[in-house]
């Protein structure tokens, strides 16, 4: 390494009680690259970054900018050393506009105390023209998209003087698109001598982007190494400390009967606007049917509908052969009915409970996890250590809140539960969302158990590729319409031409 | 990998929106029962440290006031420890007891007691909606329709059998309550109308309109012309008095009530389906309809469950001393038992032991301070009442604050700057 880093911590240790989240760890940040940190979730990467940006203080090792020890004891003195961090979740005030966002804390001032707001929009408009960030000084926070949400917190941490920028798991807001767009927003910062860290555990997106990447694991650095030359499947092992099944082995489906019918479905979205129109399919015994699309393109609307979530308009759900079209979700669940949600965090869990009593959130009312109307809490705990341990859930026990879980265990006990209830149909939707490699094989690994096991499977996803490697059948909603179906050898091509409502004619 | 780290990586993962419980509230979780004393605990000390400021402002010895309040309660009833003879409640046996049951302080801890039962129950008012994520403001209205049923119930049907009658007034007035706060959680359930306006207005309502009914010419005014206060309650359905005099406000049996539905509360919140469902609801709507719960109906139960607790309150209270009520005790005392048990709730966190805690140790306040118990020479007792109102209104204060939070927070300041 000839050039000298622009930045450098040195022997980074971290102790949270009863863990060592950063253990002795080295990083060099070279001026101008984009340095991907990649770990699985709770490998420390988070805890590594906080640090840097002064919101931890290490236990032991040091920080250098340009050679010279520098110390960020809080937020204040690394913005003032030129570092700034754009966290997942963003830090903005909702109802305010943009530009004053931007400037908060800083604002420049009309006699001293009014906010110069002419001043501010200037300065707002000249920095997303310098970096090509377009953004509307104007418009609210809470009027406008994630996308745009995430550029406001980088142009934030410009303004403040940032010349190192950390970007958290930037990605994992972001629709495809959106996630092309900020990939051109860091080209276009790195070629103006910006420095990136770009923390994430998606493989693909850390070989596109960066031009060195150290991977992360368990609070020790396994390695850095240059991005050029890296694949996919070493990454993963690197990041899993095992080799990795990136595509999924399964035999061919034996199918059966239709388990669930889907006729003509209407169902509108909260607006009042129709977002599933005329939507008809099934899913039979022993198969995996996939969703592809687009976000929001009406597949979180069907869902709810189909699990009782959401009044349907139109049309008829039946489910092994009953009509269950105006069941509510506690009739559904009943009806068997499995449903792994969209969001663990908004419905999946109740994070502030424990884990023996997420995993009783629909047999809580049902023998023998209840008796007259009182919890058998003896039952309930003997279930969740044998589903934990089932689901080889690690970091908690039966009594740990599941907040206090990584994302890749909070989705075994989703999981666990829903596959427990011994359901007919099991709805899986984006259940993969959020997780690292090694959970994504094995959630993958347990939906195709499912439908070895005589269940019928219906896999909705934004990932193609997920819906390449486990359906045995895939179907393409486009508009709140299913346009086309294919067989599981078709292309990601031939898939992504319909997901955008091109070939219609050509398909189906 | 221990679930620390992994709690770690989560917090900085969790949204800002509050959906995701705070760092001391997971390490609290872990330490409930030990740690979770100590934030109510810090709070208490706090309060009567900055109303001490406020004795030494008005040229006062705090601890001397402070000695002066305690004796006042009856407190220090159970450290005086003697040789007596006491005769067994109910009955003419005496028997051999530690304590002597018929002194003062005897008597001033029968008061603390007495104020304390209400509290407890009006406090169970708005600790189990606030489960449900609900913040029923409601208490005083459920406490005063339970009260006013109560009256009517027990002034009529003279020459019923004493326990029927007793328990026909107290479930009347539960169910007032019940029926009161219950208006409140169907609007809420139906309609989403938010439930601290809707209790605050059905608050008013109750006022005005037992002003009404008890007022010159009201339908429920007693006997004596010119005075709008009801009758008197029969006398076998008074609740029987255990401890003290019967005709200077001897201590009922109520109290037993109360101390059951802490007991009752416990259950229902963390035994049973019911309780589950309702803090399903409270953490997270979302989840709970997914888990196949109705939102609404735990709305409406929440809150009229809890306007049971409220109007059994005033059951009690009727039954056990007040016998009647006059048309100036709803007006004058129009916010004051509800907002206490507000305060005990909040400072009990909501959880059984913590309600029944607190709400002793505002029993005790109100008491310690009150004209008859505190000793006059060490205190005016009219600013005395005012002292319980400020430690009151801190408690709240310092209880929005979360001490331990800020403390944390200051320990972490210190911490970085250790390093420098």
């Known amino acids: 390494m000839a050039e000298a880093p622009l930045l450098e911590l040195r022997g980074i240790t971290k102790r949270f009680p009863g863990v060592l989240a950063n253990d002795d760890v080295n990083l060099d940040l070279r001026h101008g690259e984009v340095h991907a940190l990649l770990g699985e979730n709770g490998a420390g990467k988070s805890t590594l970054m906080n640090i840097l940006y002064g919101l931890y203080t290490p236990d032991e090792g040091q920080i250098l900018l340009n050679g010279k020890t520098i110390d960020v004891g809080s937020t204040k003195a690394s913005i003032e050393h030129g570092i700034g961090m754009v966290h997942q979740h963003f830090m903005l005030i909702p109802v305010m506009t943009v530009a004053e966002n931007i400037v908060l804390a800083t604002e420049p001032r009309k006699g001293g105390v009014l906010l110069d707001y002419a001043s501010a929009r200037k300065r707002v408009r000249d920095l997303s023209d310098r970096y090509g960030l377009a953004v509307d000084p104007d418009a609210r926070i809470d009027r406008i998209t994630v996308g745009q949400q995430q550029r406001v917190e980088i142009l934030k941490a410009l303004y403040r003087g940032a010349e190192i920028l950390i970007l958290d798991e930037p990605t994992a807001v972001l629709t495809p698109q959106e996630a092309q767009e900020l990939f051109e927003i860091i080209r276009s910062l790195q070629e103006q001598g910006k420095s990136i860290i770009f923390i994430s555990h998606k ?15 368990r609070g020790k650095v396994v390695d850095t190494i240059p991005a050029e030359g890296a694949t996919e499947p070493g990454l993963a092992q690197m990041m899993v400390g095992r080799e990795v099944l990136l595509r999924v082995d399964k035999k061919p489906a034996q199918t059966g009967d239709a388990l669930l019918q889907v006729e003509d479905l209407h169902v509108f979205d909260d607006r009042g606007l129709e977002s599933v129109r005329g939507v008809t399919f099934e899913v039979r015994k022993g198969e995996i049917v996939g969703l592809a699309g687009v976000d929001a393109n009406g597949q979180s609307e069907l869902i709810d509908a189909i699990a009782g979530l959401r009044p349907v308009a139109s049309g008829r759900v039946v489910l092994d052969g009953r009509d269950v079209t105006k069941d509510g979700a506690r009739d559904m669940i009943d009806a068997g009915l499995g449903h792994i949600p969209e969001d ?13 009593e997420n995993l009783v959130l629909h047999g809580y009312r049902k023998k023998p996890e209840s008796r007259r109307g009182l919890l058998q809490l003896g039952t309930i705990g003997r279930r969740a250590k044998r589903l934990l341990e089932e689901f080889d859930v690690r970091g908690g026990t039966p009594d740990t809140p599941a907040f206090a879980l990584s994302g890749g265990n909070q989705q075994k006990v989703v999981l666990a539960r829903e596959i427990d209830a011994d359901p007919k149909v099991l709805i899986a939707a984006q259940p993969t969302r959020g997780l690292d490699v090694g ?12 439908r070895d096991a005589g269940r019928g499977v219906f896999l909705v996803s934004l990932e193609l590729e997920e819906i390449l490697s486990l359906s045995d059948r895939i179907l393409v909603i486009y508009e709140g319409q299913i346009v086309a179906e294919f067989p599981p050898t078709a292309t990601e091509e031939e898939i992504g031409l319909a997901m955008t409502g091109g070939g219609r004619e050509v398909a189906a | 990998m221990s679930d620390d780290e992994l709690a770690e990586e989560e917090f900085e993962a969790a949204p800002p929106a509050g959906e995701v419980p705070s760092p001391q509230q997971h390490f609290a979780s872990r330490f409930r029962g030990v740690t979770g004393a100590l934030g109510p605990l810090a709070t208490v000390v706090l309060a009567f440290f900055v109303s001490g400021i406020a004795i030494v402002a008005i040229g006062k010895n705090p601890l001397r006031v402070y000695k002066a309040f305690w004796d006042g309660t009856g407190l220090n ?12 409640p109910f009955s003419t046996t005496h028997v051999w007891f530690w304590w002597d049951t018929a002194s003062i302080s005897a008597q001033n801890l029968q008061q603390t007691l007495l104020t304390t039962t209400p509290i407890i129950l009006t406090a169970l008012a708005l600790a189990l909606p606030f489960r449900a994520g609900l913040f029923n403001i409601g208490g005083q209205g459920q406490y005063w329709v339970g009260s006013i049923l109560t009256v009517w119930v027990g002034e009529s049907f003279i020459g019923l059998n004493g326990p029927v009658h007793i328990a026909l007034c107290l479930l009347v007035g539960t169910l007032g309550g019940a029926g009161w706060a219950g208006i409140a959680g169907f609007l809420k359930a139906q309609w989403g109308v938010h439930e601290v306006i809707s209790t605050i207005m059905l608050n008013w309502i109750a006022i005005w309109t037992i002003s009404y009914l008890l007022g010159q010419g009201g339908p429920l005014q007693g006997s004596q012309p010119a005075i709008p206060v009801s009758n008197q309650i029969a006398d076998a359905a008074k609740l029987p008095i255990f401890w003290g005099p019967k005709l200077l406000q001897g201590l009922s049996i109520g109290i037993f009530i109360a101390l059951a539905m802490l007991v009752v509360y416990w259950l229902l919140i963390n035994r049973s389906t019911l309780g589950y469902e309702i803090r399903a609801v409270g953490f997270n ?47 004058n005392q129009a916010g004051q038992i509800g907002f206490i048990g507000l305060a005990a709730a909040l400072l009990g966190r909501n959880t059984a032991l913590g309600v029944g805690a607190a709400s002793l140790l505002f029993g005790a306040l109100l008491t310690g301070t009150s004209g008859r118990q505190l000793d006059q020479s060490i205190f005016r007792p009219d600013l005395a009442g005012d002292l319980t109102t400020i430690i009151q209104g801190l408690v709240v204060l310092f209880v929005g604050l979360n001490l331990l939070g800020l403390a944390a927070w200051w320990r972490r300041r210190r911490g970085r700057v250790a390093t420098t």
């Open chain 2, 77 to 88: 009833f159970f450290i005086h420890f003697g040789s007596h003879s006491v005769r067994i």
């Open chain 1, 439 to 450: 959970a994504i094989e094995f959630v993958h690994r347990r939906l195709v158990e499912q």
């Open chain 2, 285 to 331: 709507p979302d989840a709970a309809r997914y888990g196949g719960m109705s939102v609404a109906r735990n709305y409406f139960l929440a809150m009229a469950i809890a306007g049971a607790f409220a109007g059994l309150a005033g059951a009690i209270d009727m039954l056990g001393w007040r016998y009647s009520l006059g048309q100036l005790d709803v007006e």
């Open chain 1, 203 to 217: 493989l693909n997106e850390v070989l596109e982007i960066a031009q060195r990447i150290t991977v992360l694991r």
């Open chain 1, 344 to 356: 663990r965090h908004r419905r999946g869990l109740v994070l502030p409970f424990s884990l023996a």
